[in-house]
């Protein structure tokens, strides 16, 4: 697959190079070009579908090589299944099932309609193409041997009735796109070359968007009186890093909507070490902090009508001379004492700070944190859902919402007064641990600690979605870019004014 898709919306037309896609309904349901191309090829649809069985199941093909009468490489049909079934989601895994047909094609036309009269929409085939790029994304930065024989660009063309009509929604698609490309690339990146300081480099980059960009670094987090994160980062040689971006799209006196992220660069649990077995996987324990960069990425890059702050806590938990030990009492910038009774529990001590100093400096009227924060909520949900806890059903419910509009889903989980116990210390205000029961949710209710004023506020725990991902029509890569789509949706949806 071409490592780069130019994606181009224009009219109708019979194509003449390269791959061609149609769109099949059920029963091998033909739109209008799609079926005068079938014709013009000698009709072959029907026959190599009863061979090969198909009908226009969703992302199901039959490919034509060389069909006759035409100078096209292949002609590929592809089943959407019934069209009056088809949601976003959809439309996003089929654009996915396309890029997969394209292989080393370098050039492609994509025929978008329907069959029957319904038009496709400006955001359906916007969706498409968000697919198509996502699905062709790649982390090969290190392969030195394999990636140089695919060719650099494929020239994508997209057929759709009304060109024009499209670019506002491919616009804001886009800058999806690329939010969840910075997302994917920042939990992929391994953490020797993705320190603290490094990933705060790469969030200053996003000011070429519009977005400020504040980085504060160790000094400044003491003057802060952060001694939570700092208590996680004293174990390492790199020093931790808070990152401020402000995205001010929407009235000048509208209080922002605040994104959190947890964002360990790695995580080898400090001195309560980790078990060697799979602890590579921890260079992802920044997957929080990727989803909200990513996230103030596309809403800066489709210039969104809002107020957006994001806010991620860098810091890297080894064990060393100087690292924190079990037992081990820290003062957070709240002022609340926290006792370590297990130094692995450090994202909720990252975040406890930085939720303190987002709540203190910008006074935010929602709150979000996303933090692959417990093993526990992998158990619990496995991959396809992350934790949700919050203290607000209103922005619950839109959260939920966006989930399943995106297709990043969310289950909640409950509070309550019975598991905050449990995190009752004997030396300290708290412990950073509840005991082995309802792990992710005493962890929420750690966070929750941290919450001032009933601020509506919700916690992501994205451990089982963030990264080693399962191989879907949409993502081939181990970081997903959960979190991306879901957040860029709940500000369009539930905190853009009209
Ligand atoms: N980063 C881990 C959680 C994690 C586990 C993320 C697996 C992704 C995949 C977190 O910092 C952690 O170590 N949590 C502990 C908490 C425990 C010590 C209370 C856990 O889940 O075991
Ligand atoms: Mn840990
Ligand atoms: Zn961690």
């Not at 990727?290 to 806010?311: D, P, Q, S, T």
């Not at 009774?341 to 400096?361: P, Y």
């Not at 750690?446 to 009933?454: A, G, I, K, S």
């Amino acid at each position: 697959m071409a490592k780069r898709l130019e994606i181009s919306f224009v009219k109708p037309a019979s194509p003449t190079r390269g791959c061609a896609v149609f769109l099949v309904a059920k029963k091998l349901d033909l739109g209008e070009h799609a079926a005068a191309f079938n014709k013009k090829i000698g009709s072959p649809l029907a026959r190599a579908s009863k061979a090969a069985g198909f009908d226009g199941e969703a992302r199901k093909t039959i490919e034509i090589l060389a069909p006759a009468k035409s100078n096209l490489g292949r002609a590929v049909f592809i089943g959407i299944g019934e069209v009056g079934k088809m949601g976003e989601t959809d439309w996003l895994r089929l654009g996915g099932a396309i890029a997969r047909t394209l292989r080393d094609d370098t050039e492609a036309t994509i025929v978008v309609e329907l069959p029957g009269k319904g038009e496709v929409t400006p955001d359906q085939a916007a969706t498409l193409a968000l697919g198509m790029v996502m699905r062709n994304y790649r982390f090969d930065t290190y392969k030195t041997k394999t990636a140089k024989k695919a060719p650099a660009t494929a020239k994508v063309r997209i057929q759709v009735a009304s060109p024009r009509a499209v670019s506002a929604s491919w616009r804001a698609a886009k800058a999806v796109s690329a939010g969840i490309e910075l997302a994917r690339n920042l939990v992929n990146e391994p953490a020797n070359v993705l320190g603290p300081i490094e990933f705060a480099e790469r969030l200053t980059a996003l000011t070429s968007l519009g977005l400020e960009v504040k980085v504060y670094d160790e000094k400044a987090l003491a003057r802060q009186k952060m001694g939570a994160l700092l208590g996680v980062a004293q174990g390492s040689r790199r020093p931790a890093r808070v990152v401020v971006m402000t995205w001010n799209g929407g009235k000048a006196k509208d209080r922002p909507l605040a994104l959190v992220g947890k964002g360990v660069v790695f995580d080898t649990g400090g001195i309560s070490i980790k078990p060697a077995g799979g602890m590579e996987d921890m260079k992802g324990d920044m997957g929080g902090a990727a989803a909200v960069a990513g996230a103030m990425c596309a809403i800066a890059g489709r210039k969104a009508k809002a107020n957006v702050v994001g806010i991620v806590g860098l810091v890297e938990n080894m064990p060393d001379g100087n690292a924190q030990r079990p037992g081990d009492i820290v003062t957070s910038m709240s002022g609340q004492t926290i006792e370590v009774i297990n130094t692995d529990a450090e994202g909720r001590l990252v975040l406890a700070d930085i939720l303190t100093f987002i709540q203190k400096t910008k006074n935010p009227k929602a709150m979000i944190d996303l933090a692959t924060l417990t093993g526990a909520i992998i158990v619990a949900l496995g991959k396809d859902h992350a934790g949700l806890f919050s203290n607000n059903d209103e922005l619950s419910a839109s959260l939920t919402g966006a989930g399943l509009a995106t297709g990043e889903k969310l289950w909640r989980l409950p509070l309550g007064a019975a598991y905050d116990k449990l995190i009752d210390s004997r030396f300290a205000d708290m412990k950073n641990t509840g005991g082995r029961w309802g792990g992710s949710i005493t962890a929420a209710q750690f966070l929750h600690r941290y919450v001032e004023n009933d601020t509506p506020w919700a916690h992501l725990d994205v451990a089982g979605t963030a990264m080693a991902s399962p191989s879907s029509d949409t993502n081939r890569s181990w970081a997903s870019g959960f979190g991306v789509r879901l957040l860029d949706r709940l500000v369009r949806d539930a905190y853009e004014k009209k």
